[in-house]
């Protein structure tokens, strides 16, 4: 079996094998034994098995020679961690594996490309066996789930439609990030949308998105201070990237702000403000907004310093 155990490839066959101090043991014999039938094996070694996982998954996510087919190899004390963690690439199909029906079930159904493996509860003996079912199946072959009989034309129809379509989960998500997209409904008002600077405040820009109650997005660059002001209409804040402080000179107090954080500030209250990064937020007046200063920028900055000492 093991000597036309790659035949099932329709291209040169490369595995991209990595496992935790767990499974490490049972992955170097089995990455022996796929030397042994001359596949080209690369082996990232041992980290945590969240850490190799996700790396074995993005290898095999990221391959794309029509010359060579990539699959993976994980293994750790249960085989069940690395298989999650390579699954958050798209177009992996990482299956844990103890037996060789699984492997057989995993190709025939899921056609599986990263093996993941037990280094607690399975033998090096039966790993080999597991490996060689994994790497002589091919997608759709008769296999315990089909009771060893070809696969009825619908269903073998269904797994075909499956593989155009399951390779396409997770990669818009990651086009979108990539782009700097966001499905968040406050920065999606925005996107691609200029900030006009706020004259009044060195630092600051601003996008009205509505005129009456006022709301925006606010930008301030890093080191900025909004001397003490006050408005006629309170507002409500929320820090969409970056880190700020904010002084209520009139309660006394001080809240520092980071990203998902929220604040009230009452209409009347004067306040101050210094931005420690670049600094988004989404902000709400209760009415139309104004903006009334209590101090100049001078004294501002000489108040934050004393009080970020």
Request: charged residues 25%; hydrophobic residues 35%; proline residues 5%.
């Amino acid at each position: 079996m093991a000597e036309n155990a790659a035949a099932a490839a329709p291209h040169p066959l490369k595995i991209i094998a990595g496992a935790d101090s767990f499974g490490a043991e049972l992955k170097d014999a089995l990455v022996s034994h796929l030397r042994s039938l001359n596949i080209d094996v690369e082996d990232l070694g041992t980290s945590d098995y969240y850490s190799i996982g996700a790396e074995v998954g993005r290898r095999v996510s990221s391959s794309d020679s029509s010359d060579t087919t990539t699959r993976g190899l994980v293994a750790c004390g249960t085989g069940v961690g690395v298989a999650i963690f390579a699954n958050k690439n798209p177009g992996v199909f990482a299956t844990t594996c103890l037996t060789p029906a699984d492997a057989l079930n995993t190709r025939s159904i899921n056609n599986c490309n990263v093996l993941a493996v037990s280094g607690m509860s399975t033998s090096k003996e039966s790993a080999v066996e597991i490996l060689d079912t994994w790497l002589k199946t091919p997608f759709k072959a008769p296999c315990p789930a089909s009771g060893f009989k070809p696969w009825e034309e619908n269903i073998s129809c269904f797994f075909d439609k499956s593989m155009t379509e399951m390779p396409l989960i997770g990669k818009n998500d990651k086009l979108d990030s990539d782009s700097g997209s966001s499905t968040c409904s406050i920065c999606c008002l925005v996107k691609n949308r200029e900030l006009n600077p706020v004259e009044m405040i060195p630092g600051g820009s601003m996008k009205i998105i509505r005129e009456s109650p006022t709301s925006a997005i606010v930008r301030f660059k890093a080191g900025s201070v909004e001397p003490a002001h006050h408005h006629t209409f309170g507002h409500d804040l929320v820090v969409l990237e970056g880190k700020k402080s904010v002084w209520n000179l009139t309660k006394g107090e001080r809240f520092d702000l980071t990203v998902g954080d929220y604040l009230f500030t009452p209409a009347g209250d004067v306040h101050r403000v210094k931005y420690y990064e670049e600094t988004e937020f989404f902000i709400k007046w209760d009415g139309r907004w104004d903006m009334f200063f209590d101090e100049d920028l001078e004294t501002a900055k000489k108040a934050v310093e004393k009080e970020t000492a």
